[in-house]
Structure formats: C-alpha cells, structure tokens
C-alpha cells in the first residue's frame, strides 16, 4: 500500500493540520480507514454530515440525480433548486433563497445583499459589525468578516468596512454603530471560535439594536443550522428572526453547497445580473439537499439531536466531578465543547484518535464534538468512555 501521508505531504498544499487517519470508506458514525480499523467519528465532517456517512436517503438521492441531470447552469429552470428552495423557506422566517457552493459563498452573497440594500436604501451605508471570535470563511469578504486576527493579517488589505467587537457585549456593538453602519454578522453560537454561547437575551437585544437602527441582521447558521443546534435553525431557540440567514456545512448531507435566505424586502434589491456562480443551485447539490432537509424535518432528526445531546451532556458533566481538568460543557444539539483547565485539548485529540474516537480540538483548551444528529445512544456512551479515558491519559502523571 502507497504511504498515504508521505504522498500527501509531497503532492498537496501543506495548509491544513490533518490528523494521520486515511478515511476510506463510513457508515452512519463509524468510519474505517485504509487498513480496516474502525473509528467513531464525532468530528462528523465538521458538522457536514448530519445523517451520517453513506446514509441511503443522501446516496440515493446522489445516485438518481447523477443518472438524470447533474449541472445545466443558471440559464436555466430545474427542479430541485425550486424545491429545495420552497422547502427552505416553508421551515424558516425567510422568503427567498439564493443557492452557491460553500459557506463562505453564502457570506459574500450576503455581504452583497447588504450593500446593496444599503445602496439603495441607506445612503450608502456599507459597515458591518462583526464579532471577536467569529469565524465566516477564507475567502477575502468573509475574511475580513472574520474576527481571528491571524487568520486575516497576513492577506490584508481586505475588504475595508468591517469591525470586530467583543461577543456578548452590546455596549461595544453599539458604539461600532455610525451612520455607515448597514448590518450586524453574527453566528448564534461561535462554532470555530470555540462554542461560544451566547448570554441569555444578547440575541434578542442585538435584534432591538437593529431595529431601532435600521440595520440588517445577518445570522451565520452555516455551523448551527440543519438540526445542529435541536432546531433546524438555531435562531428559533432564541426566538429572534433575522433578516438575511446563511447555510452551508449540513444542507445537502455532504455535498457541497451554501445558500443565502432573506427577508423579500431585503431579497428585491439583489436584482438580474447582481450576483450569480455557474455551480450554484446544481440539481446534484439541490436535489441531495433537498431529500436530506425533507428527512431531518419529516423523521424528527432535530428532537433526536436534542435527545442525543441530554445524554452525550450529562455524561460529559459527570466528568466535571471526576477529572478536575474538565472545567466546563457547553453548546446545544450535537454542537458540544468540552472547555478544558489546560491547554492539552491537541494531545486528547490524538489520545482519542488512538483509542479509536475522531474529534477536534476547536480551542488549546477545548475539544469540540459534531456527530451525525442520529448518532445512537450506544454511540454516545462509548465516545464518552474513550474520551474519559483520553483526558485520563493524557493528565495521568505516568502517562507523560
Ligand atoms: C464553516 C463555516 C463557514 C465557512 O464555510 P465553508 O464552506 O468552509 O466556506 C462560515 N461560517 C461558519 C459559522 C462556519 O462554521
């Protein structure tokens, strides 16, 4: 057999931290690398994969769309992106949807919605307030959205019109607002930055802000949305709407797709020839996103995330009172961080991968877990045993 990592290392870009596992082939939460070993896999694709890997309902609708039609352009009508669509805006408060092929696409389509309400609406107003923390992708708008300052230095100048304000204070948001100020980005709960919560009400009082100040507010549900959170949108939980909402990540079960939604009096001003990408709204994304939506609503995959997390919680915080290094659990669905008193969350990782547990460690000090929302019960326990285990092994004395 080809050594795997040693060809990777010579024939790819070396820009990404891989862990040293060849994935060959998964199943629900389970996948086995090249070699047969098998693993559970609680990174979940970085919360991509909502049912799981190789789930029939994905494949099957992957499989009939690639024997009918799988790209024509957006010079035509096909189905799936209408239905899809229809199915999108019947489940949220949004009324239209703009399809493209990432997450980070999704971001710059509503970065560009929103200077162009603001062109026509505000006097063009352009700013938007963004939050420390937050993360919105590698592509040059949504990284200057971003608010990780060494993801973004070293390609500066970016895009000039974003500020960064420390999340959970809206005192700071207010005092970023002037008069150029034309939206507010914000993820419900910050995925990258660490499974940040958001303090009870600041949602709600982000939302008043904007009101009072006729600002756009712009959900990033690219990581909370699909069931992720308990609901197929995290904003629900919170109950506040916003005005322009990005997806990504979860939407077709795997394949790559974004979509911007929005508000229609907001959606009327990105008019013919604004904005467009030849990929976007592909019947093979659309149609895979389509039959996964239809099953996370009509199979009540948001209740079983909600479930599975009472469970997968509850165990986690048992470790709290036995490894003191467990300082804290929090998130909502199957989006969990266990916050950590040290900076080991690297070595629990490969601890974990060892015993046969993928995850990630989304901070030093905090390891991050995104399994399929149906991941099983006995799924649950034993990624549990294993990374108590890990945190025992790697905070053991003799384990050093
Ligand atoms: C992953 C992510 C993005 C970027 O999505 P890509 O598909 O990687 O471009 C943007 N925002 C949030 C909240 C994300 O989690």
Same mark, same amino acid.
């Given at each position: 057999m080809p050594d795997w990592v040693a060809e990777e290392h010579r024939y790819l870009f070396q820009n990404y931290g891989r862990q040293p596992v060849v994935i060959e082939r998964g199943e629900g939460t389970r996948v086995w690398d090249v070699e047969g070993k098998e693993y559970l896999d609680f990174v979940g694709g970085l919360a991509v994969n909502v049912l799981g890997h190789a789930h029939p309902v994905v494949a099957n609708a992957l499989a009939e769309q690639a024997k009918k039609l799988i790209h024509t352009s957006n010079l035509f009508y096909t189905t799936p992106m209408i239905e899809l669509a229809k199915l999108l805006v019947e489940n949220s408060c949004l009324d239209r949807a703009f399809f493209c092929n990432s997450g980070t696409e999704a971001i710059e389509a509503a970065i560009k919605l929103a200077r162009r309400w603001g062109y026509d609406t505000r006097n063009g107003a352009y700013e938007i307030v963004a939050f420390l923390d937050g993360f919105h992708g590698r592509t040059t708008g949504a990284l200057a959205a971003? #608010?990780?300052?060494?993801?973004?230095? !070293?390609?500066? &100048?970016?895009?000039?019109?974003?500020?960064?304000? !420390?999340?959970?204070?809206?005192?700071?948001?207010?005092?970023?607002?002037?008069?150029?100020?034309?939206?507010?980005?914000?993820?419900?709960?910050? #995925?990258?930055?660490?499974?940040? @919560? &958001?303090?009870?009400?600041?949602?709600?009082?982000?939302?008043?802000?904007?009101?009072?100040?006729?600002? =756009?507010?712009?959900?990033?549900?690219?990581?909370? #949305?699909?069931?992720?959170?308990?609901?197929?949108? %995290?904003?629900?939980?919170?109950?506040?709407? &916003?005005?322009? @909402?990005? $997806?990504?990540?979860? $939407?077709?079960?795997?394949?790559?797709?974004?979509?911007? =939604?929005?508000?229609?009096?907001?959606?009327?001003?990105?008019?013919?020839?604004?904005?467009?990408?030849?990929?976007?709204?592909? &019947?093979? %994304?659309?149609?895979?996103?389509?039959?996964?939506?239809?099953?996370?609503?009509?199979?009540?995959?948001?209740?079983?995330?909600?479930?599975?997390?009472?469970?997968?919680?509850?165990? $986690?915080?048992? @470790?709290e009172d036995r490894l003191p290094v467990v300082t804290e659990v929090r998130g909502r669905g199957m989006l969990i961080a266990i916050g950590l008193g040290a900076d080991i969350s690297a070595e629990v990782v490969e601890a974990c991968r060892q015993r046969g547990l993928l995850v990630n460690n989304v901070r030093p000090n905090a390891v991050r877990l995104m399994p399929p929302l149906n991941t099983s019960d006995d799924e649950i326990d034993r990624a549990c045993d294993i990374l108590e285990a890990a945190i025992v092994a790697v905070t053991a004395p003799t384990a050093k």
């Open positions: 971003t #608010g990780t300052a060494r993801y973004r230095e !070293p390609f500066e &100048p970016l895009a000039t019109g974003f500020s960064h304000v !420390p999340w959970n204070d809206l005192e700071a948001v207010k005092a970023a607002t002037t008069d150029r100020t034309v939206a507010i980005l914000m993820e419900p709960i910050q #995925g990258e930055g660490g499974v940040n @919560m &958001p303090a009870p009400g600041f949602l709600r009082a982000v939302r008043d802000w904007c009101n009072e100040n006729n600002l =756009l507010l712009i959900f990033d549900e690219i990581q909370t #949305g699909i069931g992720r959170t308990g609901s197929l949108f %995290a904003y629900e939980q919170e109950g506040v709407e &916003p005005d322009i @909402m990005c $997806l990504a990540k979860g $939407l077709a079960g795997g394949v790559p797709i974004g979509a911007m =939604l929005a508000r229609e009096e907001i959606a009327a001003h990105l008019v013919k020839g604004d904005h467009g990408t030849t990929f976007g709204a592909n &019947p093979l %994304a659309t149609a895979t996103g389509l039959a996964t939506m239809k099953y996370v609503i009509e199979n009540g995959l948001t209740g079983q995330a909600a479930r599975g997390s009472d469970r997968l919680c509850t165990r $986690l915080r048992s @470790m």
